[in-house]
């Protein structure tokens, strides 16, 4: 079952890439920023919290 859902996956992100590929590009463009905003969130959370317990 997984091999069908990651199969699906690889032919729909190819179809996409030869179809789209700028509305790829802008699409992973704007994931990763939204993953890094996140990450950065985290660390100054946790930079915060640290600094609160010593």
Known sequence: MKKVILLLLVVFLGFWMFTDPQGLAATAREGGGGAWDALV?????TIRFLGALF
């Open 41 to 45: 969130s985290v660390f100054e959370a």
